[in-house]
């Protein structure tokens, strides 16, 4: 969705159809309407700002396991953690949590010098957790968890 003044409106229109776009897809545009009305309730504020806390108690938890926690925390619903500081890729951590039930994805870090497709790293984000209706504590568990797993 893009907003715009209306004297970018025929530019940004020009640039989406038919370059980027075949056609209005109702069913996603109907999709948006759902989900801006739903970020407008004050539910959805104390849900974002749960998200925001189980992820900053998830990074502080596995750092305090000595995982090395990009950026030094987050702010955010998401953070990176550097799994070759224990000899681990992101690939085989990503797949090791994955038989386990836990779903993170690989991904790079700053200066990685391996490969994307066989990183340093991996991304843990709390917005399926926190939707499951999971809070701060049940954090301190998967934190627990996702070590036990990682350093068998």
């Known amino acids: 969705m893009i907003f715009?003044?209306?004297?970018?409106s025929a530019a940004v229109d020009k640039a989406v159809f038919p370059g980027l776009q075949g056609g209005p897809h109702i069913n996603q545009i109907a999709a948006v309407a759902v989900c801006l009305k739903e970020a407008m309730s004050p539910n959805f504020k104390k849900y974002a700002r749960q998200v925001i806390k189980n992820a900053k108690v998830l990074?502080?938890?596995l750092h305090?396991?000595?995982w090395r926690i990009i950026s030094g925390g987050t702010?955010?619903?998401l953070?990176?953690?550097d799994t070759w500081t224990r000899d681990l890729s992101g690939?085989?951590?990503q797949e090791?949590?994955?038989?386990?039930?836990?779903?993170?994805?690989?991904?790079t870090i700053p200066y990685d010098?391996?490969?994307p497709f066989d990183p340093s790293g991996i991304r843990i984000g709390t917005v399926a957790v926190t939707t499951a209706g999971m809070k701060e504590k049940d954090m301190m568990k998967i934190a627990e968890k996702i070590d036990k797993i990682l350093t068998r």
Not at 4 to 8: A, M, N, R, W
Not at 96 to 107: M, R, T, W
Request: proline share 0%; glycine share 2%.
């Open 64 to 66: 305090q396991y000595g």
């Open 4 to 8: 715009s003044k209306k004297e970018f």
């Open 75 to 77: 702010d955010s619903h």
């Open 59 to 61: 990074a502080k938890e």
């Open 96 to 107: 090791l949590l994955e038989a386990e039930k836990i779903i993170v994805n690989k991904n």
């Open 79 to 81: 953070f990176l953690v």
């Open 91 to 93: 690939k085989t951590a």
């Open 113 to 115: 010098a391996r490969s």
